[in-house]
């Protein structure tokens, strides 16, 4: 759980993480439904399965919204949708 767009970032493409996101291919099923889902939440708050799993659902029938949405099409916390650039 990350609090703001940029400790994301440094994660995503800044440590260890971004070689197993270059080589994805290797680790994820491209094909089938999305594996991955961001959504904001309360400070404190942990996510269970079944939330995530229903975020996933939503993404994968409604698109990215300000409710669940990915990396290509994110949205700040106020739910406007922003552009978040790779390093």
């Known amino acids: 759980i990350w609090e703001d767009v940029e400790s994301l970032k ?3 493409y800044g440590s260890v993480h971004h070689y197993f996101l270059r080589n994805k ?3 994820f099923d491209l094909k089938g439904p ?3 889902v961001l959504w904001w939440i ?3 708050e942990v996510p269970n399965l079944d ?3 229903e975020k996933l659902l939503h993404v ?3 698109g990215p919204s300000a409710a669940a949405f990915t990396l290509q ?3 700040d916390a106020k739910g406007n ?3 978040v650039n790779s390093r």
Request: hydrophobic share 35%; no cysteine; net charge positive.
């Open 10 to 12: 440094n994660f995503v």
């Open 25 to 27: 291919k290797k680790w």
């Open 34 to 36: 999305s594996q991955f």
């Open 42 to 44: 309360p400070a404190g």
């Open 51 to 53: 939330t995530v799993k």
């Open 60 to 62: 994968e029938e409604n």
């Open 73 to 75: 099409e994110f949205y």
């Open 81 to 83: 949708k922003i552009r």
